[in-house]
């Protein structure tokens, strides 16, 4: 059983920078992703991290403005967003899987999300 617990979000302008955390408890997994869903839209991918290697995927739309990476001490993963966009207005949701996949349908266990909103 995992627990996931999202926080970071906030209203920022287009431009600026958050960071997101995910703090889990209970057992690790293989990977930890972040997904995010927008107001009338389906739940997308944004970025998964292999924990053993920190090796990472990311979403085209976030490729290069976007830092996934965790902390084994804190059990806690990151995702440091830069330049944000009005397009990446949504609630973000940490999710934990022990496979390796950007399909949200592989994942396990979800937190509760957090919201993100940029203004242009």
């Known amino acids: 059983q995992v627990q996931l617990v999202e926080s970071g979000g906030g209203l920022v302008q287009a431009g600026g920078s958050l960071r997101l955390s995910c703090a889990a408890s209970?057992?690790?997994?293989?990977?930890m992703g972040w997904f995010r869903q927008a107001p009338g839209k389906e739940r997308e991918f944004v970025a998964v991290?292999?924990?053993?290697?920190?090796?990472?995927i990311y979403a085209d739309s976030v490729k290069g403005r976007f830092t996934i990476s965790g902390d084994n001490a804190k059990n806690t993963v990151y995702l440091q967003m830069n330049s944000l966009k009005p397009e990446d207005t949504a609630v973000y949701y940490c999710?934990?899987?022990?496979?390796?996949?950007?399909?949200?349908?592989?994942?396990?266990?979800w937190g509760q999300g957090t919201q993100v909103t940029v203004s242009s």
């Open positions: 999710a934990a899987t022990f496979g390796w996949s950007i399909r949200g349908s592989d994942y396990d266990y």
């Open positions: 209970g057992r690790s997994r293989y990977a």
């Open positions: 991290i292999k924990w053993s290697a920190g090796s990472a």
